[in-house]
């Protein structure tokens, strides 16, 4: 179905399926996109989301791309015509049978029967790569950290949880560069949120640091008022300025300090979570967790303008 098409009949009425609301969540190897969507999805609740991850449609597995003269970032090393066919089955609120690959251990295992509820988040590798995939999502987020954090945080996941070598890690960080620039890199400039994760001016942090977050909020979609509501709150925690992206487009800018006082980032975050009339939960209990016991108050806050459109799309 051309990607016109796709746009055209998600805004038809559907009597046997409701069209549920798509958002994809895009960016590198270890860009933090699954760290992201597991507290979207916490805070929206099981019954109420489903999430895929659209590297489940590598076509070799981890064995096989050894001999391969391209890594999984290239769109000829995955089902992209598949993926698409799928997204666009989801998005006017149909099932599909989806393959799955399995990080751990490189293999690609059973497939797996998706329905769609009201909402949808895709993450991955490429969810952004093609129009048709485009036309599919109602917000589009785009995960851009700097690249020597991205490599701190892909260094220790697949040494930890891969059981890759250092020197294994940073070698295939460079086979990979080429691809990521022509395919991984480009997505960010269909995306209507760019997040960037980074250390807070004048401090010497690592990847294990509270890192600061600047949200690029590009004028694709409509940022209904959180402008308003961040402008009562401390300005200490989070800042909204007007400033032109790397194309030269205007964009707000939202930056949430990672040093700010806990106690202003957490009456941030409680604002937003009553404005978003997610009921009577706790954002701290839901939001912010980036594994190990460990907490970012400015994650809770970028998953919580993240969650203020998905639920604004409705």
């Not at 009949?9 to 958002?23: G, I, K, L, N, Y």
């Not at 096989?64 to 089902?79: I, S």
């Not at 997204?87 to 490189?106: C, E, M, N, R």
């Amino acid at each position: 179905m051309p990607h016109k098409v796709i746009r055209m009949e998600r805004t038809r009425d559907h009597s046997s399926a409701r069209r549920p609301v798509m958002v994809a969540i895009a960016g590198d190897s270890a860009a933090g996109k699954t760290t992201l969507t597991k507290g979207i999805a916490a805070a929206l609740g099981a019954s109420r989301v489903t999430t895929i991850c659209v590297d489940d449609y590598h076509r070799y597995d981890r064995q096989e791309r050894k001999g391969l003269p391209f890594t999984a970032l290239h769109p000829r090393c995955n089902y992209v015509e598949i993926m698409e066919q799928h997204l666009q089955l989801l998005a006017t609120g149909q099932p599909i049978l989806k393959p799955v690959y399995d990080h751990d251990t490189g293999q690609l295992t059973r497939p797996e029967l998706v329905e769609p509820r009201e909402f949808v988040i895709v993450e991955g590798l490429l969810p952004l790569y093609s129009k048709l995939t485009r036309a599919c999502f109602d917000i589009a987020v785009y995960l851009d950290p700097p690249e020597r954090i991205r490599r701190e945080w892909k260094v220790s996941r697949d040494v930890r949880k891969r059981g890759y070598t250092v020197d294994q890690v940073l070698a295939e960080l460079e086979r990979r560069e080429p691809e990521s620039a022509q395919f991984i890199r480009p997505q960010r400039a269909h995306a209507d949120i760019v997040v960037r994760f980074a250390p807070a001016e004048g401090h010497d942090d690592t990847s294990n640091s509270p890192l600061s977050v600047e949200l690029m909020l590009r004028p694709t979609v409509r940022h209904t008022g959180l402008r308003g509501l961040l402008a009562e709150i401390g300005q200490r925690t989070v800042q909204l300025r007007l400033i032109r992206d790397e194309d030269g487009i205007p964009v707000d800018a939202l930056h949430v300090h990672g040093y700010a006082p806990r106690e202003e980032s957490r009456m941030v975050q409680k604002a937003i979570w009553s404005r978003l009339g997610l009921g009577d939960g706790d954002p701290v209990a839901t939001l912010g967790d980036v594994g190990n016991g460990r907490r970012s108050e400015s994650l809770a806050i970028t998953q919580l303008v993240v969650l203020d459109h998905l639920l604004r799309a409705t």
